[in-house]
């Protein structure tokens, strides 16, 4: 016998949220206690519906646990940015500006101050990165040498020529 066996009250209000969802992410873990309770077994379940087969009965769990409001609830997916686009833009008006004036900006920094306008601690730096790319915005370092400045060979070159001067 199944640890997590589906009545047949819950069956049919299953069945009935199924018919009004209209999210297909939901109908999919509908769709998983659906067929568990016409008796399809897991693996069946897990490879009509491209699941994992440990992920069936931890829908099941899940269904058990929290009931079926709870379970058929849309919980993934959507707009998890921490600011709007008009805080972004104010929160990196100030690092453009000490950047038109000649000061170097590191991630760190920026990363930091980040961390210190959202309230949260992120491990990586990427969201900033992404924040920075969708904004505009390149790395641009120094160079240790000017971009057109002779080879090795032409400075030694040079410094052996004698010039004469004729009038």
Known sequence: MRKHTISKEEYEAIKALAKRNQNKRVDKRLQVLILRYEGMKDREIAKKLDYDRKRIS???????????EEYARQKYGGNHRNMNDEEEKEFLAGFEEAAS????????EIAAAYDEKTGKQHESKSTVYYLLHKHGWRMITPQKEHPGKASDEEIEASKKLKLSWTI
Not at 62 to 67: R, T, Y
Not at 101 to 108: D, E, F, H, L, S
């Open 58 to 68: 931890q829908l099941c769990a899940e269904f058990k646990l929290v009931g079926l």
């Open 101 to 108: 004036n000649g000061q170097i900006i590191t991630i760190t």
